[in-house]
């Protein structure tokens, strides 16, 4: 009786490579802005980031540096206080930190493993002081957020 050649197969699957944040927040809405009260306005934006890299990063970015950077503004006029921003990861707790004022660039997340799926709340607030004058109006500002990675 004849024995049988072992044979061993290399099964095997590649994963490309992909980051992606997606997020149904075209607006975030803190205000309406009460003058004379000193009070703190905040809201959320929910994201869904997927990373197959070793190591990626979430930022918060504002891009017009000319226009009082990291502050809310209409028109000329802008508040005097600059808006804070911070997030937090649903799937990776402990991640996130305290609010931060925005500069051209604020680090909210750092992820040290692959993931997907992952529900991430970012955080808004902005504070109004009793004295700071308002013009009525809306004050905005286009936050850019961006998933990225050195590590891929």
Same mark, same amino acid.
């Given at each position: 009786? %004849?024995?049988?050649?072992? !044979?061993?197969?290399? #099964?095997?699957?590649?994963?490309?490579?992909? $980051? *992606?944040?997606?997020?149904?927040?075209?607006? #975030?809405?803190?205000?309406? =802005? #009460?003058?004379? @009260?000193? $009070?703190?306005?905040?809201?959320?934006?929910?994201?869904?980031?997927? /990373? +197959?890299?070793?190591?990626? @990063?979430? #930022?918060?970015? &504002?891009?017009?540096? +000319?226009?009082?950077? %990291?502050?809310?503004? !209409?028109?000329?006029?802008?508040?005097?206080?600059?808006?804070?921003?911070?997030?937090?990861?649903?799937?990776?707790?402990?991640?996130?930190?305290?609010?931060?004022?925005? *500069?051209? !660039?604020?680090?909210?997340?750092?992820?040290?493993?692959? =993931?997907? *799926?992952? %529900?991430?709340?970012?955080? =808004?607030? $902005?504070?109004?002081? /009793? @004295? &700071?004058?308002?013009?009525?109006?809306?004050?905005? @500002?286009?936050?850019?957020?961006?998933?990225? +990675?050195?590590?891929?």
């Amino acid at each position: 009786v %004849g024995e049988g050649v072992p !044979q061993s197969p290399i #099964v095997e699957g590649t994963v490309p490579f992909t $980051q *992606t944040l997606a997020t149904t927040c075209s607006h #975030v809405v803190l205000g309406p =802005f #009460v003058p004379g @009260k000193a $009070q703190s306005y905040h809201n959320t934006c929910l994201l869904e980031a997927t /990373s +197959t890299a070793a190591a990626s @990063k979430l #930022v918060a970015e &504002d891009n017009e540096t +000319t226009n009082h950077e %990291g502050h809310l503004v !209409q028109g000329s006029y802008f508040l005097p206080s600059p808006l804070e921003v911070n997030a937090t990861d649903a799937e990776h707790l402990g991640l996130g930190g305290a609010l931060a004022p925005l *500069t051209s !660039q604020v680090s909210l997340l750092t992820f040290a493993t692959p =993931f997907s *799926t992952d %529900g991430v709340t970012v955080t =808004f607030s $902005q504070a109004i002081g /009793s @004295k &700071d004058a308002l013009h009525t109006g809306p004050y905005a @500002k286009t936050i850019t957020l961006t998933l990225s +990675t050195t590590t891929p």
